[in-house]
T-cell receptor
């Protein structure tokens, strides 16, 4: 069964600090992995997308890494801001014959305090 | 225009009511999705439309009836819902259904069934 596990479940940090969120998956065959940011009561917004051949991708203060061998990804947030407070969701897609079957992680709830 | 819009933002309905959720995009995307999200849980895929045809139905109860009248619009018709159907309903679209195409999410409709 395809699964995506995220850790930690929640995280509290001080403004200006860095943090790293983890994502482990068992999706097969692997197609791509995305990190989304979701503010409370809003739709998810894509931060990064990585395919099998990519092992790092940055989007401003967000840097995602992918190790396809160990089936792990991380999202590193640098110099956190209050606006980074949100849920961060890892989504892994299986690709087979052109279909798109996303598996969502349960998310990491990040709170940034001043 | 890189936006997916959803109306209404909030909806309260009784168990005997009939209502519809609407989703619209003008990015030329040919795949559109409905997700259901409960509090503190990841989005759950409900339906996928590809080129205006229903491609995936994730065993959703018949009280939810999707419709894709054209390539820009996606509706979700609701009838005889239960209180446990209260959730955030997210619409998303992507250029194509396959593989690495990014999904763009709308802001969601917050549905409360009384």
């Amino acid at each position: 069964k395809n699964q995506v596990e995220q850790s930690p479940q929640s995280l509290i940090i001080l403004e200006g600090k860095n943090c790293t969120l983890q994502c482990n998956y068992t999706v097969s065959p692997f197609s791509n992995l995305r990190w989304y940011k979701q503010d409370t009561g809003r739709g998810p917004v894509s931060l990064t997308i990585m395919t099998f051949s990519e092992n790092t991708k940055s989007n401003g203060r967000y840097t995602a890494t992918l190790d396809a061998d160990t089936k792990q990804s991380s999202l590193h947030i640098t110099a956190s801001q209050l606006s980074d407070s949100a849920s961060y969701i890892c989504v892994v897609s299986a690709g087979s014959g052109g279909s798109y079957i996303p598996t969502f992680g349960r998310g990491t709830s990040l709170i940034v305090h001043p | 225009d890189t936006e997916v819009t959803q109306t209404p933002k909030h909806l309260v309905m009784g168990m005997t009511n009939k209502k519809s959720l609407k989703c619209e995009q003008h990015m030329g995307h040919r795949a559109m999705y409905w997700y259901k999200q409960k509090a503190k849980k990841p989005p759950e895929l409900m339906f996928v439309y590809s080129y205006e045809k229903l491609s995936i139905n994730e065993s959703v109860p018949s009280r939810f009836s999707p419709e894709c009248p054209n390539s820009s619009l996606l509706n979700l018709h609701l009838h005889a819902l239960q209180p446990e159907d209260s959730a955030l309903y997210l619409c998303a679209s992507s250029l194509r259904q396959e593989q690495s195409y990014e999904q763009y999410f709308g802001p969601g409709t917050r549905l409360t069934v009384t």
